[in-house]
């Protein structure tokens, strides 16, 4: 039966990535923007200009360089980008490690402040508490993502210098890593400088990015657990003697994260998708900063490996978030 | 000590602040940190789109060198080029090549090299854009320390190209064995520094090369960071985290330079703001363009909106250029303008109308100097309507000569030559021109071919007088590169806009 279902998303998977791959092929050729005019030359003259299109294959139809495109992405070959003539598969390939390990710090840091706002403001509720954290979702929903950036970058690297305002790690550590994906790496080598060095890199954009998200979690699970509190289960739990925090972790919550779990899976998209802007303002060497330079430069090639990427790690995700829903709901479970 | 909760938090806090970032005191600089406002794609210099991207060519010049060296003040001076010169009829060019010099692998530069570099350079299917000025030399052949190579159409401008767009030596051996693919990731030059790290979108790290010819660096080592934010660059500098940044907002370049342990160096770069007009519609009508020239203060639009830092020019040349001619001037007389106006029939109440093109923070307040131009446009009698796009979109309607009646533009010309300002901008048959009236075309075209330097710059200056008379074109100010730096460094612009560090020392 969940074989059955896999499967099935798989499929769907597999339809949308088509889907998102025509989209987007036909979208950047048609909007305004030819990558040929930006790379002329003083001088350059019509001949110049034919040759460049036959280079880079733009003399075609759309249909024809979308079937040639497609060919190459079945064996692989996701073309080569214009700018930086290097495979196109490779360059996301390498930026794909630092845009998850951002995401997945960012979605750790929503959870952890979300989660203990919700937890805090259930234990507290109906005082001036409550009241405050409430306060403090809406101002840190009210603010998008990059504002937050600019915030901390004023606070934390300029009037009070703790963080580093731009890159991944410093230049003099990258050497020391055989992996794209640093921060884990350094953890399973216990290479804790190394680690330290890339938290003080990345904890700004990724709390940037966490701010607004802690908010919704933050809410949603509040309410959740409120609304669980006046379940039949926990006012039973109440009267066996349990403590308060007890009834709340133990009792309240684990049905009441399950509603703020398909959330953070939707969310957590939305969340990568926000590295574009975020790791652009702190020069954060991942896919979103290389998706705005492609953008400038219609980069076709390299546009549509990034957006096929993107769009894969959405459905990725979203399914890795149905199916742990499926395990953590009994009701689910046993369907 | 007692410790409590609170003191134990600030010693907490403290000790993360020692940890994370260690900010660079100006007075002891080891490694030099530069936050630059781009990215570097690729490290081949003659070939793709980088090639002639103007921003990036200081990171170039970092690591390559050029044929011909060029001055600070734009000027040519010997290279790896010791001499260079054409034959008597023109149907030659020689180069004589400097010797002693080391690549950076240890293996010594030959005039092989040179002539390798130019011969790849002028092969259609290598994709050097500037292909079409390189293959006007043929039969390059070495002679004991001499490159010669025939003359296959004359171009007075060829040695100019030499320290211009994709004008660099490649090491023919080590190309030759690593590929194109090796040397993109192993790239060597002759040039003052040696790739150390490359990071894409990250950073380059940079050692002096110990054997350049031109002498060693100050700076042993130095770190280019990518850093591609203005406001990031501003904290960057602000919090010692780099020691020099460009490009940044005019009146944080003041509020930078102010502060303690930061200074600042502008000068005029090899940039105008200018707008195309376009031999379309209310356009062609001559007493329309030149109304819109006399309409603009320029100095008002440097002064308001750019702090100051401009330069007004009349025509496609800045001081610095070859062919500048400072007794061409445009004045600011909006009475002319009113009257030129309603000659054509056109008044405050009854405006001439049309569209003006232009990008938004691409350039520094780009949008904003469009609104005041209109403003001051509609105080004489011009409705211009404002079109915002994308700098891809400006080139694509450019190539197909399709811009609106007026277009906000900035034209770089780092050699400092008329045919690569006014000559590219304003040749009809050029994709790159807007105004292709016959007229101009006919005046432009003996240029391209003069062999006699006096009588081509004079032409030039000749038809910029010709284009200012008739307003085809619209050129507003020289721009003026801000650099803020720690105190400790001392800065030395290049008027081309490339940032050197070669050029930084310790103050």
Known sequence: MILRRVLLRLLTTLVTLLGVSVIVF???RVVPGDPIAMM?????????IDRLRRIYGLDRSIAEQYFIWLSGVVQGDFGTSIQTRQPVLNLVLRRLPATLELSIMALVIAMVIGGFLALTGTRLRGTRTEGAIDVTNGMALSVPDFLWGLVLILLFGVLWPVFHISGRISPNLTSEFSTSFYLFESVFRLRFDLWLDLVSHMFMPALALAIPLAAIIGQLLKQSLKETMHLDYVTLSRTKGYGENHVIIREALPNAVLPTLTLIGVQFTFLIGGTVIIERLFSYEGLGNMAIDAVINRDLPLIQGIVILFALLFTVVNLLVDMLYAVLNPRLRHA | MKLSR??????????????????VLAQSIDE???????????????????????TIQGLYQSVFDQFILQKPDLSPAPGLLTDWGWNEDRTQVWMDVREGVKWHDGSDFTAEDVRWSLERAAREETGNPIQFVWGTLTNHRVE????????????????????FLTGYVLPKDYYERVGADGFEEAPIGTGPYMVEQYERNAFVQLKANPDYWNGVPEFETVTIRFVTDATSRVAEVESGGSHVTLEVPYEEYDRLRARDGLS???????????????????????NVRKAAVHAIDKQLIIDRLLEGYGVPIHTMQTPEYLAYDPSIEVEYDPDLARELLAESGYSTDEPVRFTIQTTRGFKPKDYEMIQAIVGMWRRVGIEAEIEVYEV??????????????????NWGNSVGDPTTSTGFAMFGPSPHSVWDSEDLVEKIAPLWAESDEEARIEGWKEVDRYIAENAYVLPLFQYVQPIVHASGVKVTPHASGALLPHLMTRA
């Not at chain 2, 609170?6 to 900010?23: D, I, N, Y």
């Not at chain 2, 891809?392 to 533009?409: K, N």
């Open chain 2, 264 to 286: 600042g160096t502008h000068a005029p770069v090899s940039d105008i703001a200018m707008i195309f007009f376009n031999d379309i519609d209310v356009m062609l009508d001559d």
């Open chain 2, 392 to 409: 891809a979109r400006h080139f694509e309607l450019r190539a197909a000569d399709d811009l609106a009646p007026a277009a906000f533009y």
């Open chain 2, 144 to 163: 004991g320390n001499r490159v010669i190579a025939d003359v296959a159409q004359f171009d007075p401008t060829i040695f100019k190209w030499m320290y």
């Open chain 2, 6 to 23: 609170r003191s134990l938090l600030q010693m907490s806090a403290a000790s993360v602040a020692l940890t994370f970032v260690k900010p």
């Open chain 2, 32 to 54: 030099l940190v530069i936050a630059y406002n781009v990215n570097l794609p690729s490290w081949d210099p003659t070939v793709g789109p980088s090639a002639v991207n103007p």
């Open chain 1, 26 to 28: 036909v979208t950047i």
């Open chain 1, 40 to 48: 002329l030359p003083p001088g350059a003259t019509d001949d110049d």
